[in-house]
């Protein structure tokens, strides 16, 4: 596929992922509104967070893009794209992450690859730079990468902590949504180590990737290019 078309491509994954953002939250705040059960208001204010989640997601690229000038390769932005779609809308909104809980481990694995595909990206774009006088080695820079996702994964799970905290969820799926009875001793941390360790899988996965790009100086992960502001 040409870049015209992978650009047209990405605009319209924008505009659908927009589109079902604002659909979905003025669907749920009117049921919000309407609604008088306590159990349905609390599931509509969470896919109402869920779709303002959804929305801020499709304007970030462009953020990044016009703050510091930076042309992000189209494939990873649909990679992105996917993502917010297979994790906001069909994880959480839809809630196949209470239906199959495998889905929960394919998104962790994903991300943990897209984050370290993003990492690896940016790493490279600076590495290449004419601004930095010392390069890194392949070696330092997969290290880097893969310290980048990990901490990213740490991150998300203290945020679903939080979460589970203040308002009751079950994000880390430390009780049983059958039973209501709380998991005892490793059970109850399983999910968060499955989450840890699969993050993990998704990050080495690219960082051998990458490695193999570096040392044998092949463009298999095309890096982010900033824009030319010099007239």
Not at 5 to 13: D, N, R
Not at 37 to 44: A, H, N, T
Not at 211 to 217: E, T
Request: one cysteine or more.
């Amino acid at each position: 596929m040409d870049e015209n078309k992978q650009k047209v491509l990405t605009l319209l994954c924008y505009i659908m992922m927009r589109v079902i953002a604002v659909i979905i939250l003025g669907f749920s705040i009117y049921l919000i509104i309407v609604e008088k059960i306590d159990e349905l208001e609390s599931r509509y204010f969470m896919i109402a967070f869920y779709s303002l989640l959804l929305l801020g997601a499709s304007f970030l690229p462009s953020i990044i893009k016009h703050r510091w000038k930076i042309d992000i390769p189209e494939f990873m932005e649909l990679l992105f794209i996917a993502f917010c779609i297979g994790s906001l809308f069909i994880g959480e909104i839809v809630g196949v992450y209470r239906m199959n809980s495998w889905w929960d481990g394919l998104m962790h694995t994903l991300s943990g690859s897209l984050i370290a595909i993003f990492a690896f990206s940016f790493l490279r774009m600076l590495n290449e730079s004419a601004d930095i006088g010392k390069k890194f080695s392949p070696l330092f820079v997969v290290f880097l990468v893969f310290c980048i996702a990990s901490t990213v994964g740490v991150i998300w799970e203290i945020i679903e902590y939080c979460a589970d905290y203040f308002t009751g969820s079950n994000m880390q799926r430390y009780f049983n949504d059958a039973t209501g009875m709380d998991f005892i001793g490793q059970e109850a941390l399983r999910d968060t180590m499955l989450d840890f360790i699969l993050n993990s899988v998704g990050a080495a996965t690219v960082c051998i990737i990458g490695y193999i790009d570096l040392r044998v100086k092949k463009t298999l992960i095309r890096s982010p290019r900033r824009f030319n502001t010099h007239k």
